[in-house]
Nanobody
Framework: QVQLVESGGGLVQPGGSLRLSCAAS????????MGWYRQAPGKQREWVAN???????SYATSVKGRFTISRDNDKNTVYLQMNSLKPEDTAVYYC???????WGQGTQVTVSS
């Protein structure tokens, strides 16, 4: 069993930044392949970014160049740095252990003036 807890969401103006965190349980975090997804109201959950255990990353086209996924293995935490935020980035953001049914509870990000 892996527990994932997201934090760091909030209200931010367009063009602003936020950093989301996802704290994971487990002693082998450094081997985990992690992902961030988001779900906007009335829309399906969509993939945002992946970070693999060997530190390769991939991003959805809509966030590439603005978002950065990273990890701190000593803190068992994966991050999503979000810059140049747009109103269309408004969603609940979830982290997941890729290839499993382990998801966090989500954190709300609202981009609005």
């Amino acid at each position: 069993q892996v527990q994932l807890v997201e934090s760091g969401g909030g209200l931010v103006q367009p063009g602003g930044s936020l950093r989301l965190s996802c704290a994971a349980s487990g002693s082998i975090f450094r081997t985990y392949n992690m992902g961030w997804y988001r779900q906007a109201p009335g829309k399906q959950r969509e993939w945002v970014a992946n970070l693999f255990s060997h530190d390769s990353t991939s991003y959805a086209t809509s966030v590439k160049g603005r978002f950065t996924i990273s990890r701190d293995n000593d803190k068992n935490t994966v991050y999503l740095q979000m810059n140049s935020l747009k109103p269309e980035d408004t969603a609940v953001y979830y982290c997941t252990l890729l290839g499993t049914n382990f998801w966090g509870q989500g954190t709300q990000v609202t981009v609005s003036s």
